[in-house]
């Protein structure tokens, strides 16, 4: 709350999901893994194929948070929600573990 109080610009709270990239050989290779993140719950993965054909399939969350705390240095939120904010995005964190 000190830090949030003396800041003069706009301060965002902020949770970035977990993501893991992994480079494959084969295309059958990616696409097994994908089925894998999707059916654990990371709904956000995906394949790309590179031009000179390298494969990597990206494994992420959706579990995400971003919310504003400051407006040119005015505060916007109680400490009660700040608190509220970190209970959520250890969930999150824990969800990600």
Do not use: W
């Not at 965002?12 to 059916?39: I, N, R, T, Y």
């Not at 054909?53 to 700040?82: D, F, N, W």
């Amino acid at each position: 709350m000190t830090a949030l109080e003396k800041a003069t610009g706009d301060v965002v709270f902020k949770f970035e999901p977990f993501v893991l990239h992994v480079l494959c050989q084969e295309l059958q290779d990616a696409q097994m893994l994908h089925s894998v993140a999707v059916d654990s719950g990371f709904r956000n993965s995906g394949i790309t194929v590179g031009r000179g054909g390298k494969i990597t399939m990206a494994v992420r969350s959706t579990h995400c948070l971003e919310v504003p705390l400051s407006h040119k240095g005015r505060v916007m939120v109680s400490e009660e929600y700040i608190e509220f904010l970190v209970h959520v995005a250890n969930q999150k964190m824990e969800e990600n573990i």
